[in-house]
């Protein structure tokens, strides 16, 4: 046996913290309950229609192990060279693009840099929150809490 491309049919199994996928190769070749490689630290499934390659280890067709799993239509396109993203079907995307990090989840966007960091939508902290340096309010102010005059000058 060669390599194959696999298209994945969605049938997905996990035993003893490993992953087997299935799916049909070029020819109609089936393929049912093969080992998915993955790196380490990383875990992922799959979706129905994703393409890998099937590799016969030793040439035994009963000993393929599939590597891949990549879905052209749930690809984050336009990354740059050197970028990396790690991306999900429901268009949630973490990009690491040249001295930042961009994470997207469903259509709010953090953008994380070494100078500045800018969130976009409502956020909800709870928690203390620590200011070492100056705040810049463009809106109206609402505390729900007393407000503390820090330096005496009555300026609270």
Same mark, same amino acid.
């Given at each position: 046996?060669? =390599? *194959?491309?696999? $298209? ?5 199994? #996990? ?5 087997? @996928? ?5 020819? !109609? &070749? ?5 080992? *998915?490689? #993955? %790196?380490?630290?990383? /875990?992922?499934?799959?979706? /129905? ?10 040439? !035994? ?13 749930? *690809? %984050? ?7 990396? /993203? ?5 268009? !949630? $995307? =973490? ?6 990090? @961009? $994470? &997207? ?5 953090? +953008? ?12 909800? $902290?709870?928690?203390?929150?620590? =200011? +070492?340096? !100056? ?15 820090? &330096? ?5």
């Amino acid at each position: 046996m060669t =390599i *194959r491309q696999i $298209i994945l049919d969605g049938r997905i199994t #996990e035993e003893k913290g490993r992953q087997f @996928v299935s799916g049909q190769g070029l020819y !109609n &070749d089936g393929f049912t309950k093969i080992l *998915r490689i #993955e %790196p380490w630290g990383y /875990a992922s499934v799959p979706v /129905a229609g994703s393409r890998g390659i099937a590799v016969p280890l030793g040439g !035994n067709a009963d000993m393929a192990v599939f590597l891949g799993g990549e879905s052209g239509g749930h *690809r %984050p396109p336009g990354l740059p060279a050197g970028a990396s /993203a790690l991306y999900d079907a429901n268009g !949630n $995307i =973490i990009k690491c693009v040249g001295t930042g990090i @961009v $994470i &997207d989840v469903a259509g709010r966007t953090i +953008d994380i840099t070494a100078g500045q960091w800018t969130l976009t939508g409502n956020a909800t $902290i709870t928690g203390n929150v620590t =200011i +070492d340096g !100056n705040l810049t309010c463009t809106g109206n102010g609402t505390f729900a809490g007393s407000v503390t005059d820090g &330096d005496g000058d009555g300026g609270a």
